[in-house]
């Protein structure tokens, strides 16, 4: 399918792209390919396969389908944080990095240290507030995103944070972990790099750990390649088959556990034993304007603080039976998390908070199972 997906429906793309080449009696699937060398007799021959760390067709055949889904060229790595650590080796030395303050707590915690050795200059933005980081970026060398945030749920205006880093010659990545290529696509909007960690919904059922850097610009494709080759952060062919085989299912799985994260989230909205929840479906949520206007749904993460603080969000955690206490999202099976419980979560996040992931069962059982946890 390479170079045919034009007008192909995301949904399609997923399933159609990183297949081999239809000859008869050829696989419907790609092999894994465990191997760590190749034959290669005489010379040096340009796209032959040498060795394991510089290429390999599972990698190859995951990042046809992720740069099909993001409409560019994908790098998978062996974590979303490998892919964070190469997004990262991007930034000139010393340069000024503007980042939501409210990013994913590992992101934050290596922006703090890379600036802390004097690798770049941190500025932290609230990315809700767009005039605020459009302040932030005169003289700034790149603007890190993430939008919906983990596990605030704050909703950042990308189309026009993105243009406002255009005319500001700032570059952009954005952590579209949240959101998948589903409901938004950054590099349409003119960002440089979009990051999965594909542990999460591309993935999508809990086994594997895997990230992905997606890029429109060959330059950076070529660094980001070189990046993983030298540093030997590789994803494993068996985690790049297991992604695979979890992204072909990507939409039905998103679409059902969305409409099931919305209804969810309604329902808890009226509950007496719920003080807020953050969800940019509802309408009255903070980020729901932006959503509404920029993204093709809402996703499936909720995000509530129970009446009674900190004790009380733990006992829903203890009390849950269908709902699994546990941390990561975006699998098969609902997660809930209270994530103050980690001590790096920044105090950003309030104590009583609870992560939702909400996961493929049946709406009724995930929600009688909540019901009598909250009490
Ligand atoms: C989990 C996560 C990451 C890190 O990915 P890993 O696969 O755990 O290394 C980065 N960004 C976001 C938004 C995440 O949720």
Redesign the pocket.
Known sequence: MTGHADGLAPETRAVALGRPPRTPGSAVNPPVELTSTHVTPGDFADGVPIYGRYTNATWAALEEVLGGLEHGRAVTFA???AA?TALFALVPRGARVVMGETS?N??LALARELDAVGDLRLTLVDVADTDAVRAALPGADWLLL?SPT?PLLEVADLPALIAAARDADVRVGV?N??ATPLLQNPLDLGADVVLH?A??YLAGHSDV?L?ALVTTDDALHERLVDHRTLRGAIPGPFEAWLALRGVRTLGVRLARQQETAAELARRLAEHPAVARVRYPGLPDDAGHAVAARTMRGFGAMVAIEPVGGREAATAVTQRVRLWTPATS?GGVESLIERRRRIPSEPTTVPEALLRLSVGLEDVEDLWRDLDAALG
Do not use: R, W
């Open positions: 974590s979303g944080m964070g994913y590992a992101m993430e983990n952590d972990t949240f960690s542990t999460k750990l990230g999202l």
